[in-house]
């Protein structure tokens, strides 16, 4: 039985299916809007058959790749090409830039949802970005059959679309779900005003997170009876909706009425939703590495 590439084996580690067809890639390169004056970070580089597409058609690749070995044989690969710089570390972690640039790549699907959030709510967001996401993961972000909490906070600031689906014989290994081009732009100017960018995000995680069986319920301390009954029928959706039953035009209208239509103390209940939710979910984390440790030891 012969033995797995390197490339196969920390394919199945970081959650990545690499692209095998260079020309593919510099097809989608060419529609993606990326020009000779562009600066573009790649996340997840792996043997660099992204890099060297981009290399023929932007100023300056940068390319963020966590594993040793691959940062070796990168370096090794583009050591004489000027446009292009290697760097290991943790895209994560990593410092933007504060002037424009894009991003290309093909991301590790298991942190697909922490990159996503990197590049979005950084200080100086990406003025486009393209990444290979699963169909399924995509669809949540876009808000393609239904919105969702994810899809909300996004598109604020944000147009996103999916704007390629791949063959699963695209890749090495062939991966066993479908994937897809997402593409995230930023907008010229926020829908929502920067002054109530952070009270936006915190009503639709208020709401989404109300753990209650409809919107009504769930904004009943926000919202009188009455008012919530003349917004269903001026934005018509029903009584009963639920939270994904409402498209981004209708909750912006409610949010608008939220700031409006409300006084301070119903505000205060909604500021904070979204540090308090990060807090419950980093609790929840640390129990589960806790509990995982744990099993690994016995």
């Given at each position: 039985m012969s033995k797995s590439s390197p490339e196969l084996r920390k394919s199945v580690i970081y959650s990545q299916n690499f692209t095998a067809s260079p020309s593919l890639v510099a097809s989608l390169i060419k529609k993606s809007f990326i020009s000779k004056e562009d600066i573009v970070y790649e996340i997840g580089p792996g043997s660099g058959i992204i890099t060297t597409e981009l290399a023929k058609m932007c100023k300056k690749v940068i390319a963020m790749e966590v594993d040793k070995d691959f940062v070796k044989k990168l370096k090794l690969k583009f050591d004489n090409i000027q446009n292009v710089e290697i760097r290991e570390g943790n895209f994560l972690s990593i410092q933007l830039p504060k002037l424009g640039y894009k991003v290309f790549s093909n991301i590790p699907f298991n942190i697909t949802a922490a990159i996503i959030n990197r590049l979005t709510e950084?200080?100086?967001?990406?003025?486009?970005?393209?990444?290979?996401?699963?169909?399924?993961?995509?669809?949540?972000?876009?808000?393609?059959?239904?919105?969702?909490?994810?899809?909300?906070?996004?598109?604020?600031?944000?147009?996103?679309?999916?704007?390629?689906?791949?063959?699963?014989?695209?890749?090495?290994?062939?991966?066993?779900?479908?994937?897809?081009?997402?593409?995230?732009?930023?907008?010229?100017q926020s829908i929502v005003e920067i002054k109530n960018k952070q009270l936006y995000r915190d009503f639709i995680i208020y709401s989404f997170n109300a753990w209650k069986p409809t919107l009504r319920e769930g904004l009943k301390k926000i919202f009188t009876d009455r008012q919530f009954l003349l917004l269903s029928k001026s934005l018509e959706f029903s009584i009963s909706a639920k939270p994904t039953d409402l498209n981004f035009s209708q909750w912006l209208e409610l949010f608008n009425f939220s700031i409006k239509g409300t006084d301070i103390s119903k505000k205060s209940l909604i500021l904070g939703s979204e540090n308090r939710l990060k807090s419950q979910q980093a609790k929840l984390d640390k129990i589960h590495r806790t509990r995982v440790a744990k099993d690994w030891k016995n």
């Open positions: 950084t200080e100086n967001p990406p003025l486009d970005s393209f990444l290979f996401v699963q169909h399924d993961a995509a669809r949540k972000f876009v808000g393609t059959l239904k919105e969702t909490q994810s899809s909300l906070l996004l598109k604020s600031a944000f147009e996103l679309s999916i704007v390629h689906r791949f063959k699963r014989t695209d890749f090495r290994p062939v991966p066993n779900v479908d994937i897809v081009l997402l593409r995230i732009k930023k907008r010229m």
